[in-house]
Every structure is written in structure tokens, then in C-alpha cells.
């Protein structure tokens, strides 16, 4: 299976002429594209094989100032959305069952789902598995596997790797992204998910994951918004 690579702009780019470079560098065959909503309608036409995901999604398809639906993102010709990620559950107390209503939206509306799953540094080693394992089924409660499996990716994304320069080992993102998978299977009757790893990827470290062929993909934050590494990026990609 392609190797998906996920490139989360965060809040870091607002300006048109810098959005469309980035655009133009990022846009390759399996690369998502996650700029601020606001830059959706400028890099759509700028780009030819990559797709665009947000990097929010609201709970329902309510009214709600300042939020944006699935169904939304879908006629706006969005993807992919991410949900879950941990810089959201942290700073804006996104809790599990919050994280369910979102995933439950996007399987309504057909959008792809990239849902962050990872444990914090405060964590005990031989409780990380299970910390995951419990993120993963309140997250994922009262989906059927029909859908859910065409539709739903998985980022591992320790929350302590995040922004910090500090990537967990690509043998032990090996070994989570196996357990993920057989609880994905074992608990949802997923056959055949895709698990990603996220944080503090670059330039010199993604060949180091990317070569596992259990890991499907890498989600790049600080990287992706940074002309020469991401060059490097999708140059160690296409070589890969
Ligand atoms: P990072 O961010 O690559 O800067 O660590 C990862 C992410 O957005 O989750």
C-alpha cells in the first residue's frame, strides 16, 4: 500500500504566496495537504495529485459560529479531516467522547478520517498499550467496520514527540503500530487499517519509518511549513 504523508500546516501559515509555494512543493501523489480553512479555496486549484485534509471538523452538522462541518469540508473538496490531534485535546479540552461525536460526523458525511491516538510523557511504560487501546474505543465506539475501514486512518502520535524535536523510535513506533492494528482488528473487525506515525518527523529521520512496510505513512507538523526541509522531504519520498 502508498505510503500516505500527512502535512499539517497548523496555524502557521496565513499569507496566499507563501500557502501556494508550499502548495506547489507539497503537491505529490499521497500527500495531504492540511492548511487553515481559510486557505482552502486558494490552494485547491494550485493542486493537481495531492488532496486537502482540516485539521478540525466540527461534532455535527448543527449550527455553530465559527466551526466547519463535514459536510461542509466535502462540498469545499476537502478529504480528509484530522481529528483528535493532541495539541486540540490539551489546549482546547477535546475529551474522548467529543473525539467520538467528531469521528461519528465524518463517517456520516463519507470524509476521511485521520484520528491521533498517543500517549502523554507522564505515562508508565507498561501502561502505554493500554492507554492507547482505551483512546482507540471510546474513540471509535458505535462505528461498524463496513465504513469505518474505507474511511478511517490512524496517526500514532506520542504526545511528548510533538513539536519537540524528539521522535519516538522508529522500532517501538513499529511495535505500537502493530498493536494498533490488532486492536483495530480485534475490536472493530478491521482487517487491513492504516496506521500512521506523527511527530518530530524530517528530513533525515522519515526514511527510518517509511521503510516498515506495517507503517503506512508519516503526519509532519514544524517540518511541512519549512521550505528546505520539506524539499528534502519529498525528495527522500520520491526516492524512497
Ligand atoms: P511535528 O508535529 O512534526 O512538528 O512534531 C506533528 C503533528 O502535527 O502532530
Redesign the pocket.
Known sequence: MAKLI?L?W?NKVYKTEEALKLAKISDFKNSVICPPFFLFNQIKPAIKKSELGSQNVFLSEQICTGEITADTLRNLGVKYA?VG???RRCFLKENDRLINKKVLACVKSGLKLIL?VGEPKKTKQNSVLNFIKNQLISNLKGIGPGLISKLLIV?Y?PVW?????N?CQPKNVLEIIKFIKQTLNSKFHILNSRVIY?????SKNIADFLRYKEIDGV??????VDFKELGKIVQKYENF
Do not use: F, R
Not at 506523527?198 to 524530517?202: A, E, K, R, T, W
Not at 503526519?219 to 511541512?224: D, H, K, P, T, V
Open positions: 500527512v499539517n497548523k484530522i490531534h493532541s495539541e491521533c496517526a502520535e514527540a510533538i513539536g519537540a524535536g521522535y506523527g511527530g518530530s518527523i524530517d503526519l509532519i507538523g514544524g517540518a511541512s
